[in-house]
């Protein structure tokens, strides 16, 4: 069983960054696909990148690949989100995911067993 946390959210301006980061305590993430997910007030949740367990492949949402930015550290411990060019739309509570090693569906929220708590990035204009 792996256990995500989210870390790094907060209120940033338009156009600024942020870098969200997820854990798992006392365990590797090396052999999960990894995911964020958002989901803003009124709205449903929206697959925003993945990252495959195996070589790292990456994997966006529509129209975020550009600003967003999913990637592993070497140990595999931890995953992060890079965040540039926030827009007030990028308001939301993003989710970090974790599945087992599966092919496709990578934006699929049902395949994703393993939820974090979520943390709340504010993008004012």
């Known amino acids: 069983q792996v256990l995500p946390v989210e870390s790094g959210g907060g209120l940033v301006q338009a156009g600024g960054s942020l870098r969200l980061s997820c854990a798992a305590s006392g365990r590797t993430l090396s052999s999960y696909d990894m995911g964020w997910f958002r989901q803003a007030p009124g709205k449903e949740r929206e697959f925003v990148a993945a990252i495959s367990w195996n070589y790292d492949t990456t994997y966006y949402g529509d129209s975020l690949k550009g600003r967003f930015t999913i990637s592993r550290d070497n140990a595999k411990t931890t995953v992060y989100l890079q965040m540039n060019g926030l827009k007030p739309e990028d308001t939301a509570v993003y989710y970090c995911?974790?599945?087992?090693?599966?092919?496709?569906?990578?934006?699929?929220?049902?395949?994703?067993?393993?939820w974090g708590p979520g943390t709340q990035v504010i993008v004012s204009s």
């Open positions: 995911a974790a599945r087992g090693a599966m092919f496709g569906g990578w934006g699929t929220a049902n395949l994703y067993v393993y």
